[in-house]
Nanobody
C-alpha cells in the first residue's frame, strides 16, 4: 500500500515558479511516480513521470524545459519543480503511484492517488 499527499500548490503569476511536493508512506523505491493534472472540463493528463529503478524521467511536450521531476527515496518524497508557469498550467495536480519499474501514460495504470493540490496561474 502507498499513501500519497501533495503540497505546494497555490496562486502564482504567469512566468512564476512553484514546487510541488509529494510525501509518500510505504516503500517509495518500489513505485514509479507520476504527476497528473486535471483542468475544469478537461481530461486528466500526465504531466511527468519518474520510474522506480533508473530514475528515468518523462514529460508532456507542453512542459518540457519548464518542469522538472525528482525523487528522494530516502526521504519518501517526490517533487515537481514548475518554472515559467503559464495560465494553461492551471489545474489540480495529483501525485500518483504505480507498483512497477515503468511509467505509463494511462491514469488507470496508477493505483495510488493523492488528494490533489490546486495550481492557479493568473495575473
Amino acid at each position: 500500500q502507498l499513501q500519497l499527499a501533495e503540497s505546494g500548490g497555490g496562486l502564482v503569476q504567469p512566468g512564476g515558479s512553484l514546487r510541488l511536493s509529494c510525501a509518500a508512506s510505504g516503500a517509495l523505491d518500489l513505485y514509479s511516480i507520476a504527476w497528473f493534472r486535471q483542468a475544469p472540463g478537461k481530461e486528466r493528463e500526465r504531466v511527468s513521470c519518474i520510474d522506480s529503478i533508473y530514475g528515468r524521467t518523462y514529460y508532456q511536450d507542453s512542459v518540457k524545459g519548464r518542469f522538472s521531476v525528482s525523487r528522494d527515496n530516502a526521504k519518501n518524497m517526490v517533487y515537481l519543480q514548475m518554472n515559467a508557469l503559464k495560465p494553461e498550467d492551471t489545474a489540480i495536480y495529483y501525485c500518483t503511484g504505480r507498483f512497477s519499474d515503468y511509467c505509463m501514460r494511462d491514469p488507470d495504470e496508477f493505483d495510488y492517488w493523492g488528494q490533489g493540490t490546486q495550481v492557479t496561474v493568473s495575473s
